[in-house]
């Protein structure tokens, strides 16, 4: 599967950015779908989780509450709908797929995942 992620850009702090994951090649509804993000000088980081069926989501500690994932399997498309955003929310983030036999699974490491999009920067100012 191919992803696509787009929807960053420079927003001040306790702004809002939506971003989107366009998923083309495969069965999209059949993969698990994830966000993750890496800062200059960090490892790539687990942001949020979803099944494929978008019944369970699961988010890191450091955005509960400020951020929501979703799918739309018949656009093909995972979006991350971040509010309240602050500097340290600053880095590339990155979309991940991941197959998966049965529809309740999440996965929050980035082994765990297959197929990377090329990420989208997201810069918050204080």
């Known amino acids: 599967v191919q992803l696509q992620a787009s929807g960053g850009g420079l927003v001040q702090a306790g702004g809002s950015l939506r971003l989107s994951c366009a998923a083309s090649?495969?069965?999209?509804?059949?993969?698990?779908m994830g966000w993750f993000r890496q800062a200059p000088g960090k490892e790539r980081e687990f942001v949020a989780a979803?099944?494929?069926?978008?019944?369970?989501?699961y988010y890191a500690d450091s955005v509960k509450g400020r951020f929501t994932i979703s799918r739309n399997n018949a656009k093909d498309t995972v979006c991350l709908q971040m509010n309240s955003l602050k500097p340290e929310d600053t880095a590339v983030y990155y979309c991940g797929a991941r197959y998966d036999y049965i529809g309740r699974n999440y996965y929050t490491t980035v082994g765990e995942y297959a197929y990377w999009g090329q990420g989208t920067q997201v810069t918050v100012s204080s």
């Open positions: 979803i099944s494929w069926s978008g019944g369970n989501t």
């Open positions: 090649g495969r069965t999209f509804r059949r993969y698990a």
